[in-house]
Each structure stands twice: as structure tokens, then as C-alpha cells.
Nanobody, 128 residues
Framework: QVQLVESGGGLVQAGDSLRLSCAAS????????SGWFRQAPGKEREFVAG???????????YYEDSVKGRFTISRDNAKNMVYLQMTSLKPEDTAVYYC??????WGRGRAPNEYDIWGQGTQVTVSS
């Protein structure tokens, strides 16, 4: 069964760090494109960070502007997991965070509809 399961969310204070994990099963994550998205209440799901498949430059990373320099996406091919390390967290980072994967991308990898495998989400709350 193809599945993604996120973990690591929680309640933190502004300026703190948090690492989200996403475990894949039923497929080989390194052969897929993966991304982290987030959705705050009343807002649309938005792109946060992405990593290409291992066949594309060994796995290139790219970020939404507001998280550049604060968030880092990475992948552990041996563990079949993808991570999102978040530092210098801000209240506006509060959202449900989702990981997603796709065997191929038809666009730039920043739109939710480019991905067809999704996790259930994990809540991140940053207090001021």
C-alpha cells in the first residue's frame, strides 16, 4: 500500500526549531519528487519546500521565499524518509503540514495538484 505518514509536529514558541518527518511505504521515495506543503485555517494549501528525485541532479531542493534560510528539506534514501527541519519559527508558520510525492512532475513542483500521494498532515503551532 502506497502511503506517507508525517510526524514531529507540536506546539513551540517563536524562534524555536522543529523537525518534521515523513515515512514512505509501498514505494521508493528516492525515485519520486517530494514536497512539503502547509495549510493554515481559512487559507489554501501552499508550497513550502521540495526535493527532486535522485535521478534529477541527485536530489535538488527548492523553497518558498518566506522559508528560505530557515527551513531545510532533506531525504534519507536508506530509511525511505523525507524531513523538514524548521528553525527560527514564526507565528505565521502555524499550519497543518503535509508531505506529498509524485513519480513525475508536470510543472515546477510547487502546486498541490502536481502530487498524487499525500500524508495525513501534522499540526505545527508557533506561539508568540
Amino acid at each position: 500500500q502506497v502511503q506517507l505518514v508525517e510526524s514531529g509536529g507540536g506546539l513551540v514558541q517563536a524562534g524555536d526549531s522543529l523537525r518534521l518527518s515523513c515515512a514512505a511505504s509501498g514505494f521508493t521515495l528516492s525515485s519520486y519528487y517530494s514536497g512539503w506543503f502547509r495549510q493554515a485555517p481559512g487559507k489554501e494549501r501552499e508550497f513550502v519546500a521540495g526535493i527532486t528525485s535522485i535521478t534529477w541532479n541527485g536530489g535538488s531542493t527548492y523553497y518558498e521565499d518566506s522559508v528560505k534560510g530557515r527551513f531545510t528539506i532533506s531525504r534519507d534514501n536508506a530509511k525511505n524518509m523525507v524531513y523538514l527541519q524548521m528553525t527560527s519559527l514564526k507565528p505565521e508558520d502555524t499550519a497543518v503540514y503535509y508531505c506529498a510525492s509524485a513519480s513525475r512532475l508536470w510543472g515546477r513542483g510547487r502546486a498541490p495538484n502536481e502530487y498524487d500521494i499525500w500524508g495525513q498532515g501534522t499540526q505545527v503551532t508557533v506561539s508568540s
